[in-house]
Antibody, heavy 122, light 111 residues
Framework: QVQLVQSGAEVKKPGSSVKVSCKAS????????FGWVRQAPGQGLEWVGG????????NYAQNFQDRVTISADESASTVYMELSGLRSEDTAVYYC???????????????WGPGTLVPVSS | QSALAQPASVSGSPGQSITISCTGT?????????VSWYKQHPGKAPQLMIYAVSNRPSGVPDRFSGSKSGNTASLTISGLQVEDEGDYYC???????????FGGGTTLTVL
């Protein structure tokens, strides 16, 4: 059974950065698509970006391209999302997702992590 | 890029059928059969209900079905049950810019 275990909640100040981790277990790691989806309080889902660990080349949503870095550590079966220049609008639950092998975004997200809350407040 | 358009809410009685629409453009929903539907209970992570327009993952009841016509995808739930209540989101692949678009979400109430 695939499990995605995410790092814990972090309160951040405006202008700072946050790095959220997601450790995958129970399945092959390097060939699958891993991504990040966020959800602001009371709002809908928003794609942040994704990566296929074996290719190491991340794919970012336009809205985040200049502020996000997504990476993968194959030896630890862990993906990371770092978001910089945080502002209050970045307050959200950040979900780690796994999709079947294929094009980032084209394969469905069949596994979701429990989410990591990142409140941004001065 | 704008989110895919979904109705904010739909409702139905137990046993009835409902349909949730998801309207995009010729750059996303209309261009690819990479449309998925997710269900979310409050405070929980979403779960996959339909993928590739009309395919059900193992464990999803056959009361759930998906379809697509032009730039609009649809999720139909037949034989509504109280446990079907929740928020439903569609998503589509797009080759332009962001790669994944989500709908704004639809809250289903079973009266």
């Amino acid at each position: 059974q695939v499990q995605l275990v995410q790092s814990g909640a972090e309160v951040k100040k405006p202008g700072s950065s946050v790095k959220v981790s997601c450790k995958a277990s129970g399945g092959t790691f390097i060939n699958y698509v891993f991504g990040w989806v966020r959800q602001a309080p009371g709002q809908g889902l928003e794609w942040v970006g994704g990566i296929i660990p074996v290719f190491r080349s991340p794919n970012y949503a336009q809205n985040f391209q200049d502020r996000v870095t997504i990476s993968a550590d194959e030896s630890a079966s862990t993906v990371y999302m770092e978001l910089s220049g945080l502002r209050s609008e970045d307050t959200a639950v950040y979900y780690c997702v796994r999709g079947a092998a294929g094009i980032v975004g084209a394969t469905p997200f069949d596994y979701w992590g429990p989410g990591t809350l990142v409140p941004v407040s001065s | 890029q704008s989110a895919l358009a979904q109705p904010a809410s739909v409702s139905g009685s137990p046993g009835q059928s409902i349909t949730i629409s998801c309207t995009g453009t010729s750059r996303d929903v209309g261009a690819y059969d990479y449309v998925s539907w997710y269900k979310q209970h409050p405070g929980k992570a979403p779960q996959l209900m339909i993928y590739a327009v009309s395919n059900r993952p193992s464990g999803v009841p056959d009361r759930f079905s998906g379809s697509k016509s032009g730039n609009t995808a649809s999720l139909t739930i037949s034989g509504l049950q109280v446990e079907d209540e929740g928020d439903y989101y569609c998503s589509s692949y797009t080759h332009f810019g962001t790669s994944v678009l989500f709908g704004g979400g639809t809250t289903l109430t079973v009266l």
